[in-house]
């Protein structure tokens, strides 16, 4: 397989400068490149780049045509959503993660905890916020999902 990782996860900005303060002063992510595309009515679009230095999120301005999965939702009050449900990010610290973000005006979703999922069971500690400009995002601590691997002694 020529797979490699995740390249980058696109979102739409309400408020375009309020969505990239958001990610670089809560979540330490910076720009690395900056954009304008005319010819799919692009005024402004950043590729963030998180602190592990390879993950990336795409941001677009409200008014951009790009291809989508789903059809954009009509008003706040409106929920249009498609295959893509939530972003996660590892974290050194869920509650540190948590609160930084509520400071910078994300709302609280489910507040941290721990998880045991499955069988054998896989502890986790997460917690989830809905994000200025909308998105869900879910605060991880580091954990390894490859446990069937580990356990048939491959």
Not at 63 to 84: F, N
Not at 123 to 144: C, K, M, T
Request: with cysteine; aromatic share 10%.
């Amino acid at each position: 397989m020529n797979i490699k990782g995740l390249a980058h996860i696109a979102i739409q900005a309400k408020d375009y400068p309020a969505t990239i303060r958001f990610y670089i002063e809560a979540l330490g992510f910076k720009r690395g490149h900056h954009w304008s595309l005319p010819s799919f009515q692009i005024k402004e679009a950043s590729m963030l780049i998180s602190p592990d230095g390879r993950t990336c999120l795409e941001v677009f301005d409200d008014e951009a045509i790009i291809p989508a999965q789903g059809k954009k939702a009509r008003s706040e009050e409106e929920v249009a959503y498609g295959a893509m449900l939530h972003l996660a990010f590892y974290v050194e610290d869920v509650d540190k993660a948590f609160q930084t973000a509520l400071a910078h005006g994300a709302k609280p979703c489910v507040e941290a905890d721990y998880l045991t999922l499955g069988e054998p069971p896989l502890i986790i500690r997460n917690a989830l916020v809905h994000s200025p400009n909308g998105e869900v995002i879910e605060f991880i601590q580091d954990v390894d999902f490859d446990i069937e691997s580990h356990s048939s002694g491959q």
